[in-house]
C-alpha cells in the first residue's frame, strides 16, 4: 500500500500446513464508507496472482507491472489469497494473460462458502476465521501435490523478493544454479512477468517504503542502495511503474 493511513480495516492471515506452499497470506479489508464518499486505495501489487471472493463477484486478479488503485464506496469486503506461483497452473490456464488485468470467475462453492462466513452475525474474528478456513479448505481440495518445477518457482520469486544481493537476472540465475534462460522459462510459466520485474519491483517497493519512513532521505543515497546508476534511473522506475516521482511521492506523503 502506497497510502496505508487511507486503508479500510484491513487483517492478514498467514496461509498455515500443507497449504503454505500454495498461498502466502489471505488478506481481508472491509469497508463502511459514508454515503457520497469514496475511499481510494492506491498500491503497488505483488508480481503475483490473487484469487478474491467479494459479496457479489468472485474473480483472479493477474500479476502487475504497474501502480493501481481501486475506490471504494459504501459498505463491503473482500477475502483474497496472495497465491504463491505452485499455484498457478491448477487455477490459471495462460498466466501471461493476466498481466495487469482481472477476470470474473464461477467458482459458485467457495463464493457461497465465504459469503456465508463473511455475512454471518458474530465478532469479527469469527466471521474471518470461518471464511479463511472454508477457503483453505477449497484451495486443498483442488491443489494436488506441487511439482519438484513448481516448488523450484516458488524459491525463485521467494529469492527475487527478499535477497537484496540479487540485482540483475544473472545473479538470480546463480542463486538457483540455473541458466538464464531457465529462470524466464519458470517466470513466463508460473508467475506470468519477467524475471527482472521481479527484482525490480522488490526494489521499488523497499524504496517506497523507506521513503514513507522517512521522507528526508537523500534521493541520489537511496539511488545507489538499491543498485541503480542514479537518481535518473531510480527516477524513471519509480514514473514508469508508479506513475510519479520519488520527489513527487515525497511530497505528498508530507502534504498528507
Not at 495462460?94 to 462458502?113: C, H, I, Q, T
Not at 523478493?161 to 544473472?170: F, I, K, L, R
Amino acid at each position: 500500500m502506497l497510502y496505508p493511513a487511507s486503508l479500510p480495516t484491513f487483517h492478514r492471515e498467514p496461509a498455515t500446513g500443507d497449504l503454505a506452499v500454495f498461498v502466502r497470506w489471505f488478506w481481508i479489508p472491509e469497508w463502511d464508507i459514508e454515503p457520497g464518499r469514496t475511499s481510494r486505495q492506491h498500491l503497488i501489487g505483488f508480481p503475483a496472482c490473487n484469487l478474491v471472493v467479494e459479496d457479489t463477484v468472485t474473480g483472479i486478479s493477474g500479476p502487475t507491472t504497474r501502480a493501481s488503485h481501486r475506490d471504494l464506496t459504501g459498505k463491503g469486503w473482500a477475502v483474497g489469497a496472495l497465491l504463491r506461483p505452485a499455484a498457478v497452473p491448477a487455477l490459471v490456464e495462460d498466466v501471461s494473460l493476466l498481466r495487469d488485468a482481472y477476470r470474473e470467475v464461477e467458482l459458485p462453492e467457495l463464493s457461497a462458502a465465504v459469503r456465508t462466513a463473511m455475512n454471518a452475525k458474530g465478532p469479527g474474528d469469527d466471521r474471518r476465521g470461518a471464511a479463511v478456513a472454508v477457503f483453505t479448505e477449497w484451495l486443498l481440495s483442488r491443489m494436488g501435490s506441487p511439482s519438484d518445477e513448481a516448488l523450484l518457482a516458488n524459491r525463485m520469486v521467494e529469492t527475487a523478493e527478499t535477497n537484496p544481493s540479487v540485482q540483475h537476472v544473472a545473479d538470480l540465475a546463480a542463486h538457483l544454479h540455473l541458466s538464464t534462460r531457465s529462470v524466464q522459462r519458470l517466470a513466463t510459466k508460473y508467475v506470468g512477468v519477467s524475471p527482472a520485474s521481479l527484482i525490480r519491483r522488490r526494489r521499488l517497493q523497499e524504496a517506497a517504503e523507506k521513503l514513507r519512513h522517512d521522507p528526508s532521505l537523500d534521493l541520489a543515497a537511496l539511488a545507489h542502495e538499491f543498485g541503480y546508476a542514479d537518481h535518473a534511473h531510480l527516477t524513471n522506475d519509480f514514473r514508469t511503474n508508479l506513475g510519479f516521482t520519488p520527489s513527487n511521492y515525497r511530497k505528498s506523503l508530507s502534504d498528507g
